[in-house]
């Protein structure tokens, strides 16, 4: 291996590393809000600091459409339901450990399929080859109501009662996309899908296990949130590694339209906060999560306050910075739209769990430390001239993607093999099925 080569792979892994922490933390900061809001802020977060670790001009162009499909993708998987799924990774039965570790993963894997995938479209795009969006929307909708209807209410198929079955509509709807993809030639996206769906599905599967490590152990922290950390690190670097030892067309020439740019923005800048203001950051909602800390209700409504101006004041700074620019992005733009929003998501985390209640989470302060080492990382390696790493040999995942499947399913059986060796009934713990 030749020192360019060495020195392309060293570049490429710090690549993964960061985004893997970004879409980790911003998973973890996602623990405070849930649903498919929250997933939605987390995967335009993932999405932002891919684009800037890759160091694209044609990229930074984009880099709000691209953010916007990854808060589509990730956030559609936030319907499923998984609470119940975790307990039965929980259990001291082999068979329903292992089938509950095997059930996250299929969720993550669902949740970095549609995330990875529309990702990877948003990039391929090009006048030359252009997603039409609505179609694809349609066929993943129809494909979603047939799967639904199909697997849930014509043959039954209960991965979770009597939780819903919202994971059977997803996997229709990534298999919509994924036959959609196969079609019309987006082969570097379908790449970045599958690998995202492996790094998440993995992610989701041993965050569970060192959820019931950390347990086990009584190690005083929030296990709940290394297993959501677990998922975007994992999904974060299968959803870098597709992209970035992928061949991408070049859009330097194209810049996309006015409409698009302010449509992007308001909706990840001003619709998806205005969401997670609603159901988590009122003063009602709030007040109701600050009753144990004995405090009066003014602290509610400043929180609320505080929050909200904070969600204005990154709205109103990145579209002031874009009319400035004649919303024209280049890499200062793109760097102050994922500093500006990741680090809004983790203060209104803060707030959401008692910051001016005078509560700081341990977890919480990791988050801190996480956004100041990526920043270091990026800020680091941004003037270091090199390649997209695209021409690195890599195996083709498209046709040994059935061999990495079964090694990870061999992982999660030995995971969930040495999970039951080392406990006995825990708390939370279910069984899918009566041995």
Known sequence: MNRVRQNS?????????????????????????????????????GALGLVLV??????????????LAAAVGWGAGGIISYGRVVGYGRSDDLFNAFYGLLMLFVIGGLFGLLGGGLTGLALESSKEKKVNWAAL?????????????FLIMQLGIAMTPPRSEAWAFILGAGLAMVWHMARKGFSSSLRVAVYAMLGAGFGFASGNFL???????????????????????????????????????????????KWEITSALLLILVFVPAVIFKESLTVSKLAKNFDSYSVSKSIAVLSSLLALAGMLLVAFINFFNYRRNKSVAGQREAFL??????????FISFVATGLFAGKIHSNHVLYLVNIVLILFL??????????????????????????????????????????????????????RFTI
């Open 378 to 431: 990026i800020r680091f390696y941004r003037n270091r001239a090199e390649s997209d790493h695209s021409e690195i040999e890599s195996m083709n995942i498209l046709r040994v993607w059935p061999y990495c499947l079964v090694a990870l399913i061999l992982i999660i059986f030995l995971l969930s093999f040495i999970s039951v060796s080392i406990h006995g009934e825990l708390s939370g713990a279910h069984n």
């Open 9 to 45: 792979m060293k570049a490429l892994w710090i690549k993964m590393i960061v985004v893997g922490m970004t879409l980790g933390t911003a998973w973890a900061v996602r623990g405070q809000f849930g649903h498919e809001q929250g997933a939605a802020w987390a995967g335009a977060i």
């Open 137 to 149: 929307l349609v066929e993943m909708v129809v494909g979603g109501l047939l799967f639904y209807g």
């Open 211 to 257: 959820q019931i490590l950390g347990n086990v152990l009584n190690i005083p922290f929030n296990m709940w949130n290394v297993m959501e950390y677990n998922i975007g690190f994992w999904g974060g670097i299968g959803l870098a590694y597709g992209v970035l030892s992928s061949a991408w067309p070049d859009v330097s020439d194209e810049q996309p339209k």
């Open 54 to 67: 890759a160091k694209r001009a044609d990229w930074w162009k984009r880099i709000s459409q691209v953010a």
């Open 337 to 346: 739209l994922f500093v500006s929003y990741f680090a809004l998501y983790i």
